[in-house]
């Protein structure tokens, strides 16, 4: 999980919003929703990523990381 940066405050991140990754039914998913609220299943917050998609986020992660 990780905490969500405001675009009107970059560098401080948001309190009140968590991205997470996580899989669900051998599904990928991705939600954005309260910190602390992880494994509380999909809802209208949450999106499935096919296999192509999360391996790009993956690679566009690792690149952000090394800059």
């Known amino acids: 999980m990780l ?8 560098g ?3 309190p009140q919003r968590q991205l997470e990754l996580f899989t ?9 929703g309260a910190v602390n609220c992880e494994n509380s299943g ?3 917050y949450t999106v499935e ?10 690679s566009a ?7």
Do not use: Q, W, Y
């Not at 905490?3 to 970059?10: F, L, N, S």
């Open 24 to 32: 669900h039914g051998g599904k990928i998913c991705l939600r954005i």
């Open 61 to 67: 992660l690792k690149l952000l990381a090394e800059a």
């Open 12 to 14: 401080i991140a948001n």
């Open 3 to 10: 905490p969500t940066v405001g675009p009107e405050a970059p």
């Open 42 to 44: 999909t809802n209208r």
């Open 49 to 58: 990523l096919s296999p192509d998609v999360a391996a790009e986020l993956a």
